[in-house]
Structure formats: C-alpha cells, structure tokens
C-alpha cells in the first residue's frame, strides 16, 4: 500500500513538472530577450558610469597639481620675503647666537 502512494505521488509529480514545462516553455524566448537586453542596457550603463568617474579622476588630478604647485610657489614667496637681503653680497645673512 506504502508503495502504490508513493508511486502516486511520483507520478502527480512528475505530471505537474510536465504541466508547468508545457505553460511556461513558449514564454523562454521573451524571458530570455528580456534579458538580454537588461544586460546590455546595464552595460552601456556601466561604461558611461566608468567615462565619467575616470574624467572626474582626472579632473581631481589636475586641480590637486595644480593647487599644490601653487602652494609650492606661495611657500618659496614666503621663504624668498622671511630671509633678509644681503648687504652687498649675494650671501644670506645668517645670526650666530
């Protein structure tokens, strides 16, 4: 008796899997265009997403360049003003304590 249920629900089973294959086999071909173009419109969402995080990299890039450069240049200003000018002489005057 425990073998003829069992093979009655193998067998309810394995027309339920032949049921569900059978309503749902012609909408693969949608599913699978849906997507394919999901992954492609990802995709060229992805590559325009990279462009622009690597012109915003070199963007930062060149401001910092350019910012430190010109902190480079204020510091020498301020180096060339703090030191006082020679008298007569190309030599810095320097203060022996």
């Not at 249920?5 to 569900?20: D, E, P, Q, S, T």
């Not at 599913?31 to 690597?54: I, L, N, P």
Request: net charge positive; proline share 4%.
């Amino acid at each position: 008796m425990r073998i003829l249920i069992r093979l009655a629900i193998w067998g309810l089973a394995g027309f339920g899997a032949k049921v569900l294959y059978e309503r749902y086999e012609s909408s693969v071909p949608k599913v699978k265009e849906a997507g394919r173009s999901a992954v492609d419109r990802v995709g060229r969402a992805s590559d325009r997403v990279k462009r622009q995080a690597q012109g915003a990299a070199r963007d930062v890039a060149g401001r910092a360049r350019t910012a430190s450069q010109e902190i480079s240049n204020a510091a020498s200003d301020v180096v060339d003003l703090s030191q006082p000018a020679a008298p007569g002489g190309s030599q810095p005057v320097t203060h022996d304590s």
